[in-house]
């Protein structure tokens, strides 16, 4: 896809859409499917049946399609942000509740995970900043469509510059000289060169900025993402042997304590911090009632 290719603002909605949602693997597909097939079993009318017998059916071809099968296809922009705020968030949970046991420290087993999550997040900044033409990355994807986001007037001057600035390749913030989590993954992760210390308040610095221009680029294509991430008895699920039940309480809040604040990161101009009065790329549901007094 060039630049060049996108001439209206809806093109360039239809590509955000594209990229963001990525196409589904096998999870994603095997949950979409139990959902339209209950909707199926439970349509009343034969319109009904003919909309969700179609989803189903889409996604039973993609499924056995020569290109999934060979896995050529991409995961998407949301999936990438969102599975990184989900493994900071376990983390910044673990990180700033004490509890009586530390499984992370007494079994071989939880040091590896949680070893495992760390360079997961610095896996997917790298391929959220990815400069790489053929990736589908938030880079680029900002790239391809904030002048048409600029000329709908979904983003401010100031931030748009803004952000510009913090994605260029030779001087912005993901650089090693700009960003510490970014050199951190170049010179640990991607590379055995050395070993410099990171703090994790570092890395949220880079998710903060990676969240606004996500926000920005969903709430201005999109209804925006309804309940992204998973409830806290699924997050934690299975560690109930380990942590007793007040413990547990601390962690969910904690973990709640971040993806708060990540609410709030999508909703803030990153220039100044203010908040924007626009929804944002976190979308809630809201019911309004009316009582009609009958005389």
Partial sequence: MSNKTLTTSEEAKTY?????NGASSLEKAQ???????????ISKSEEQQAVWGGEIAHIEEWLSSARFQRGEYSRGVDDLLLELIEWRALTFAFQNVETERSPFNDHVFYSQWFIGGTYAVFALLGQLVSKDERDNSLRKLWRYVSPFIASDGACTREELDCINQRLDE???HFTNENSKAFMFRNKVIAHNEWSPTIEWSEIDKDIEILVRIWSLIVSWSSFGRFKPFRTADHAFSGLESFFNAE?????KAKRQEY??????WAVNYLHSGQRDPGRGG???????SRVVMRL
């Fill in 259 to 264: 993806l708060s604040q990540v609410f709030q």
């Fill in 282 to 288: 976190f979308s809630k549901l809201s019911v309004t």
């Fill in 31 to 41: 949950r979409q499917l139990g959902y339209f097939r209950h909707h199926l079993a």
């Fill in 247 to 251: 413990e547990l309480k601390r962690l």
């Fill in 16 to 20: 955000a859409c594209d990229v963001t």
């Fill in 170 to 172: 030779k001087m912005g």
